[in-house]
């Protein structure tokens, strides 16, 4: 079992002390008691005010104001040190309540998938989303698969995001079987509305989505697809008939202005 050290620290300066420390303690209770038992981590999630508090052994888990790679948040690694860490990007909702839960989502899948999978190396083989003839290498991303942000649990308060079990990667299903913690997947390899799973094929990296329904397949650096390609078509028509019925109606206009000139023209001649 491997034993993690996360240190939580706010770089905005618009998080207090106090509720930086709820949300350690409510992660470390996650990964303790709800991850722990499934995967082979265990940990502790601490908070601090300053860089310079931190002890020697523990990874930085940031609350920014923007990620580097401008999500919400991220994982990885320092390529001069090799030691992994966090950011998650503090953004404004509509109310300060979805806020803050946002914020703890976004905390929580980072710290306990960074735990899992600090260098992005787990992989599980198993059958193509698109041809089941064929086999890809899964990477294992605790909260990937059902990443809607409306989906997770409380902790004292704080809510933090559901996650898979490794059952999910399951070659066949077996009734009875939980695949998630919250268990709302109902078969291995399936994904939650808003979700996705990151794989490889043939050496490239791609993203299954689940739209609308639907799995859809994009290279990873294709970005994310809003809708399947029936609602695309379905869209741009509705937006042509509305640009011709514009244009249709100017023109009306138009040739009913210049047409009423002529008619004045021709009458006091």
């Not at 914020?103 to 960074?114: A, F, Q, Y």
């Amino acid at each position: 079992m491997q034993y993690r050290r996360i240190a939580l620290l706010d770089k905005t300066d618009k998080i207090s002390f106090e509720l930086l420390e709820q949300i350690a303690k409510a992660i470390q209770i996650q990964l303790q008691r709800d991850v722990s038992p499934k995967w082979d981590v265990s940990g502790e999630v601490r908070a601090f005010r300053t860089f310079g508090e931190i002890p020697a052994g523990f990874w930085t888990v940031t609350v920014v104001e923007e990620t580097e790679n401008k999500f919400n948040g991220t994982h990885w690694y320092d390529s001069t040190t090799n030691i992994p860490y966090a950011q998650a990007r503090l953004t404004d909702w509509v109310t300060q309540e979805y806020s803050q839960n946002h914020l703890t989502k976004v905390l929580s899948e980072e710290i306990i998938e960074m735990c899992i999978d600090p260098y992005g190396q787990r992989i599980v083989r198993g059958k193509d989303f698109e041809d089941s003839t064929k086999e890809v290498e899964f990477l294992v991303e605790l909260a990937d698969p059902i990443a809607n942000p409306s989906i997770g649990y409380y902790i004292n308060d704080i809510f933090v995001t559901n996650f898979i079990y490794p059952s999910y990667f399951n070659v066949t299903h077996v009734d009875g079987t939980k695949y998630d913690h919250l268990g709302l997947l109902k078969r291995p390899l399936d994904l939650f509305d808003r979700s996705y799973q990151i794989f490889r094929r043939a050496g490239q990296w791609f993203k299954a989505f689940m739209v609308q329904g639907k799995i859809v397949v994009r290279k990873s650096s294709e970005g994310v697809p809003l809708e399947n390609e029936e609602s695309k078509k379905v869209l741009q028509i509705i937006i042509g008939a509305l640009i011709l019925g514009f244009l249709l109606f100017f023109a009306r206009k138009a040739i009913k202005l210049f047409g009423s000139k002529n008619t004045k023209r021709q009458l006091y001649k």
